[in-house]
């Protein structure tokens, strides 16, 4: 078959527009600028500075004064004499006061263990005295030096000693008075009564040297502690 040929479009024809009444806006017209003349400029001449003399300044130097050192003389050392040099302080001797020799005993002989010695052979001999309040004695022990306190501690040390001992032979006093308080139930005879009653004696007497011995050491040992605390 043949191909059939392809019409060609219609010529489009475009109308002029009529002429009418315009509704765009008025275009402005460009204003024109002209330039203006320049003024002329004068130029000002501005007056120079007259010169100013400067003042010259002379100074003279002023002479130091010389500086004089002035020594004092010292003073003369004067030697010291003997008598002026410190001394040496000698410790004081300190003598213990000898205890007066004790008379003999001149009280009777003791009964046999009754109510009344038995209890003194059951004190203790150790108990304080009552310190009396209402007067006053003032105490004139004298004062001890600073250079004897090593002296005075060690006598009292030595009492000290002296005092424990003692205590041991009070506890061997109450032994022995508890065995002599067992031995009275065997008591039958006239031979073994009288034996009793001299241990009895025996006993009491050592008891009251213990209480005399313990009292004077007491005493001593308190007068010791008084003047160690005086020296310290």
């Known amino acids: 078959m043949a191909e059939k040929p392809i019409p060609e479009p219609p010529a489009r024809t475009v109308k002029a527009p009529e002429p009418g009444p315009s509704t765009a806006a008025p275009v402005a017209k460009p204003e024109i600028i002209t330039p203006k003349p320049k003024e002329p400029v004068i130029a000002v001449e501005k007056p120079k500075p007259e010169p100013v003399a400067k003042k010259i300044v002379v100074t003279t130097p002023v002479p130091e004064k010389p500086v004089v050192e002035t020594k004092t003389p010292a003073s003369p050392v004067m030697p010291i004499t003997e008598a002026e ?21 001149t ?6 263990f009754t109510d009344e010695t038995k209890a003194a052979a059951e004190e203790t001999f150790l108990k304080p005295a009552p310190v009396e309040t209402a007067h006053l ?9 600073d250079a004897d306190i090593v ?3 060690e006598k009292r040390k030595s009492l000290l000693d002296q005092k424990a001992a003692l205590d041991k032979t009070f506890h061997l006093l109450l032994a022995e008075k508890k065995a ?12 073994s009564i009288q034996k009793y009653n001299e241990n009895v004696i025996r006993l009491n007497e050592r008891i009251k040297g213990f209480k005399e011995e313990d009292t004077a050491l007491r005493d001593e040992i308190e007068y010791y502690n008084k003047l160690i605390s ?3």
């Open 107 to 112: 009280l009777p002989k003791p009964e046999p």
């Open 230 to 232: 005086q020296a310290q």
């Open 137 to 145: 004695v003032p105490d004139t022990t004298p004062e001890a030096p």
């Open 151 to 153: 002296i005075l501690m």
């Open 180 to 191: 002599l308080e067992a031995e009275r139930t065997r008591v039958r005879d006239k031979t």
């Open 85 to 105: 040099k410190p001394r040496k302080k000698e410790p004081a001797v300190v003598t213990a006061a000898r205890e007066p020799a004790r008379e003999p005993s």
